[in-house]
């Protein structure tokens, strides 16, 4: 913050907190969230939050969250089921520079995305929970590393590498928790024949 507040510009700076917010530390940033907008540290010092400086909270629940907190806050709720996965893929689809290649893309995450997404909800059990969103983000990422120039020439087809990522992730999967091999051999087989 002391950082965010020394520099200089008019254009906003944001400054992002992802994770549950502890009722410990979060009294300290009710003084910011307040119309004085300063920090005061442990050792005294303060900081004051510039007219351009913003907080965004990213959390959970508001479970551990006081009422004071809560009262100084403006919350926007966003229900993942409501909003979906679209939205980041068409987002992450337009920052791509082959028309091509994002035309392939959208209509291989249109086929294939949804059924396997009720694989992994339905069939399949996983150690640690796992959004939807949170998937297709690696998913995406690990895309983004495979299609560059230098791994895939022009001629090669999208569609072969989409799903050979897409396979290595539901066989990465078979292989760590070593439980559901039939159910994806399976599905593998009468799915994605045609691939």
């Avoid at 796992?130 to 983000?137: F, G, K, M, N």
């Avoid at 299609?147 to 990522?165: E, I």
Wanted: charged letters at 20%.
């Amino acid at each position: 913050m002391r950082d965010q507040a020394n520099l200089g510009g008019t254009g906003p700076k944001w400054i992002v907190l992802d994770g549950d917010i502890d009722p410990m530390w979060i009294e300290s940033l009710n003084t910011v969230m307040d119309d004085n907008k300063v920090l005061t540290l442990a050792s005294n010092e303060r900081i004051a939050l510039t007219k351009e400086m913003r907080l965004l909270f990213e959390i959970a629940s508001l479970r551990t969250a006081t009422p004071a907190t809560v009262s100084r806050a403006g919350i926007l709720y966003i229900n993942p089921q409501d909003l979906g996965w679209t939205p980041f893929i068409q987002s992450w689809l337009g920052s791509r520079t082959n028309s091509s290649e994002v035309s392939t893309i959208n209509v291989l995450f249109d086929k294939y995305v949804p059924p396997l997404l009720e694989l992994f909800r339905g069939r399949l059990k996983t150690i640690t929970p796992i959004s939807d969103i949170a998937r297709l983000q690696m998913t995406c990422f690990l895309l983004d590393s495979m299609l560059t120039p230098q791994n895939v020439p022009h001629d090669c087809p999208k569609d072969w590498v989409f799903s050979m990522l897409i396979t290595r992730h539901v066989l990465i999967l078979i292989k760590l928790f070593d439980y559901g091999r039939m159910s994806v051999s399976v599905y593998m087989a009468t799915n994605w024949w045609t691939i």
